[in-house]
């Protein structure tokens, strides 16, 4: 037994007699972008095809959705956007068109903000403002007359810029000429917003008009708002911002 135990150490320790091959000349011969696989995480990767082996791709290399990430104050970090709230009021303006009746390109248009719908009517968020922007938009390439009702009579100069726009009412004239109004309301839904837009009759108050459209959440998150709009407080004459 001690002589068979001998000649076993000999033999283990002789060079070229290893008992394993050394895998690392076989990666060193391997051509170039070729990889070795381990072949219990091969395995375990084939019983499950539908795992994840790189960003963006699955095992067998197709291209798969990217992920979509939203924080709690609404900012969007993820790959850019295919869509934004234009492609989707775009959408709308069309059917608003296609089922218009007595609005022409003789008749004035307003344009106003869409409220929350389980509110008082006279709330809204950074969508609501977005999408009222976006319509007028919309609504000027199909030559439709629209009123900027926010418009003043002069240009306010300031240390923060010069502006012609206001939302202060006494800034504003009392008499505009606006036959026609599109309005809307928005639904929070799970997955994003319902959005009902109507266009509506100043006088009659007919609808003459309407179109509803679903923004998914990731669309309408992708809406950041501006450092003045943000929650802020007062604390010991000090004003706090909050951050992301």
Not at 28 to 37: E, H, L, S, T
Not at 137 to 143: G, I, L, P, Q, S
Request: charged share 20%; net charge negative; aromatic share 8%.
């Amino acid at each position: 037994m001690k002589k068979l135990a001998i000649i076993l150490a000999i033999v283990a320790s002789a060079p070229g007699c290893s008992m394993l091959p050394d895998v690392s000349l076989f990666s060193q011969n391997a051509p170039q972008g070729d990889r070795i696989v381990n072949v219990d995480n091969a395995a375990e990767n084939v019983s499950k095809p539908n795992a994840l082996v790189d960003e963006g791709t699955d095992n067998f290399g197709a291209i798969v959705r990217p992920k979509t990430h939203s924080t709690v104050n609404g900012a969007y970090k993820s790959r850019p956007l295919a869509k934004n709230i234009g492609d989707y009021v775009r959408n709308m303006a069309q059917d608003l068109v296609a089922n218009m009746e007595y609005v022409t390109e003789r008749t004035p248009v307003a344009v106003t903000h869409f409220s929350l719908i389980d509110s008082s009517l006279k709330e809204t968020n950074l969508l609501g403002h977005q999408m009222a922007e976006s319509f007028a938009h919309e609504f000027h390439k199909f030559r439709m007359p629209v009123v900027e009702f926010k418009s003043t009579q002069f240009i306010r100069v300031t240390e923060q810029g010069d502006f012609v726009l206001s939302r202060d009412f006494l800034d504003l004239t009392s008499s505009t000429p606006i036959q026609y109004v599109l309005t809307g309301t928005m639904t929070k839904h799970q997955g994003g917003f319902i959005v009902n837009a109507r266009m509506l009759g100043m006088e009659s108050s007919v609808i003459v008009a309407s179109a509803q459209m679903f923004i998914p959440y990731y669309v309408v998150d992708a809406l950041i708002p501006s450092e003045s709009s943000r929650q802020s407080e007062v604390v010991d004459g000090v004003r706090l911002i909050r951050g992301e």
